[in-house]
Every structure is written in structure tokens, then in C-alpha cells.
């Protein structure tokens, strides 16, 4: 039997404790600049420090990719460990260079280290999401690796659950989407001034405003409704993404229970890689679609 490790980002905002809990589990952490001070994700701060960071920034945040060489440094410490298998989930490709730099460490590890072609598979997957879209699928592959699942089996349940996993968020101001620019769907809303509030989608990386509900008080159970129109999997466990928008967090969470019958399967506080370009003030869901690859 294989010995799996699993490596991500740090913009799957994975609890840390859950990380802590997993040896064979690494999180890399994502470069964040604020008003010219370096920093990293998780390591630095954790989320709620961050949002207070962000306000109190004078200039917008950044964010950098991990390369590919810190990939690869990543790869050998794995191989040095004794893990004969590799799975590197990073977030989507449309949002980010990561994808395309640990793949790119693949191929400079297998020729750095020879000795390890013949001895390592490494399979890198673009998640096409982000959050819980894949952090999320990261702690159902380490459930089933702990129960001695191997690769054949948990790298085809992830491409599945890739090509099916939809988000919806709503966000309570877009002043960090537009500044950002990484949510494009944002970039022509003008209903902030009307007290309008978008619920977006995000479906293989791309963003679409699917709703504009008017007030506040109106968001978490128009949000909620979302999540009827696009499941396709009445058993699948639904996770949800919350931040500082802690007025909203209970209707939100009473309106998804209402709708799909049970509580979500795990809450996850947006991180700094997500919440500098969606704003803090959000809420979210994750839900399971059509299969897109039969499309």
C-alpha cells in the first residue's frame, strides 16, 4: 500500500487544528504584502487578524504565488519522509500561477533527483475552485486515506468531485472585489449605492452574478436558495464559508438547515488569499452540480 501525502495552499483555508491533526497533510503559505510589509498566510496571522490588517491597510493588499521551487523543495522533504505517493491540489488556475508552477516542480523534481523517478508518483490537480471547494475535498481524501484508500481511487473521486463542485457567495460591499480586479463578475455592478447585494457563482474558476437581492436582512436565505437550484446530490455534505459578517452567520446557517434538512458539515472562516479580493463581509456555500467533463 501506498504512502500518501497531500499538498495544498494556503488559500483552501483548512482549519489549523485539522492540519495540525494530519502529519501527512502540508499546507504551503501564500506571500501577502501589506503596505510594503511581507507576510504569510497562516503563519503570520491567523484570519481574523488578517481582516483587521485589511482595514486598516493604506494601500491594497497582494498576494504571490508559491513557486515552483518551494514546490519542489516540498516534493523532496515528502520523498525524504518516506511517501511513496505525492497529491498536489492547488487552487484554480484562473485565479492564480500556482497550478502551473508545482507542475512545473514536477518536472524539475523528477530531473533534480533521479533517483526517485521509478519510486514517487506525483499527481498535481487543479482544483478549479477555491476555499472550501477544495479544502473541502482535501479532508475527504485524508478520510480516505486513513481508511487505506490508495491513489487509483482517491485521485478519480477528487477529478470527479472537481468537474461537479459550484460556489455561491455573497458578499455585503465590492469595494475589495473591484480593487482586486480577481472577480471579474464584479467589475460592472453598480447596486451598492440601491442597497443591492450579489449572489456570485464561481464554476471552474469563473465568476457570474446569478442574483442581486435588495437588503441585508434579505441575503442569507436568498443565498440559501441557491443551493436547491443547483444540487444534484441530495446526501452530499455541504460546507459553508463565513467571515466577519457575524450578524448574518446564525440566518445563514438556520436558512441552509431549513432548505437542505441538516446542518452544514463544516463552517470555514475565509482566509487572507480569499477575503483580500472578496472582502471579509461574506458568506458562502458549496454545493454539487452536473458532472461538467460530460458536457
Known amino acids: 500500500m501506498s504512502k500518501i501525502k497531500i499538498i495544498t495552499d494556503s488559500a483552501c483555508d483548512i482549519p489549523a487544528e485539522f492540519e495540525r491533526a494530519h502529519e501527512n497533510l502540508q499546507i504551503l503559505p501564500i506571500p501577502v504584502t501589506i503596505d510594503g510589509k511581507g507576510y504569510y498566510e497562516r503563519r503570520d496571522f491567523d484570519p ?114 472537481f468537474a461537479r463542485v459550484e460556489i455561491y457567495f455573497a458578499v455585503f460591499t465590492l469595494e475589495y472585489a473591484k480593487k482586486s480586479g480577481r472577480i471579474s463578475a464584479a467589475a460592472g455592478f453598480v447596486g451598492d449605492v440601491l442597497g443591492l447585494r450579489p449572489i456570485i457563482s464561481i464554476i471552474d474558476g469563473e465568476t457570474k452574478i446569478v442574483e442581486k437581492v435588495r437588503g441585508d436582512k434579505n441575503v442569507p436565505g436568498r443565498l440559501a436558495d441557491w443551493y436547491l437550484k443547483r444540487s444534484t446530490d441530495p446526501n452530499f455534505q455541504y460546507c459553508t464559508v463565513i467571515g466577519e459578517a457575524v450578524e448574518f452567520v446564525k440566518p445563514f ?39 461538467r467533463r460530460k458536457k
Do not use: C
Open 253 to 291: 446557517h438556520q436558512a441552509m438547515e431549513q432548505r437542505v434538512g441538516y446542518p452544514p458539515y463544516l463552517s470555514y472562516q475565509v482566509g487572507a488569499s480569499i477575503a483580500m479580493n472578496s472582502g471579509p463581509k461574506v458568506l458562502a456555500f458549496i454545493v454539487l452540480g452536473e458532472d
Open 48 to 161: 481574523w487578524q488578517f481582516y483587521e490588517l485589511l482595514h486598516q491597510a493604506k494601500e491594497f493588499p497582494s498576494t504571490s504565488h508559491i513557486t515552483n521551487v518551494q514546490f519542489v523543495e516540498a516534493y523532496l522533504q515528502a520523498a525524504e519522509e518516506g511517501y511513496t505517493s505525492i497529491i498536489v491540489i492547488t487552487i484554480t488556475s484562473r485565479g492564480s500561477n500556482m497550478f502551473q508552477a508545482a507542475s512545473m516542480a514536477k518536472e524539475m523534481f523528477f530531473s533534480e533527483h533521479p533517483q526517485y523517478r521509478d519510486k514517487i508518483e506525483l499527481h498535481v490537480l487543479d482544483s478549479g475552485t477555491y476555499t472550501v471547494g477544495y479544502g473541502y475535498a482535501i479532508e475527504k481524501a485524508m478520510d480516505m486515506i486513513q481508511a487505506g484508500k490508495d491513489t487509483d481511487q482517491i485521485v478519480p473521486w477528487l477529478e470527479e468531485y
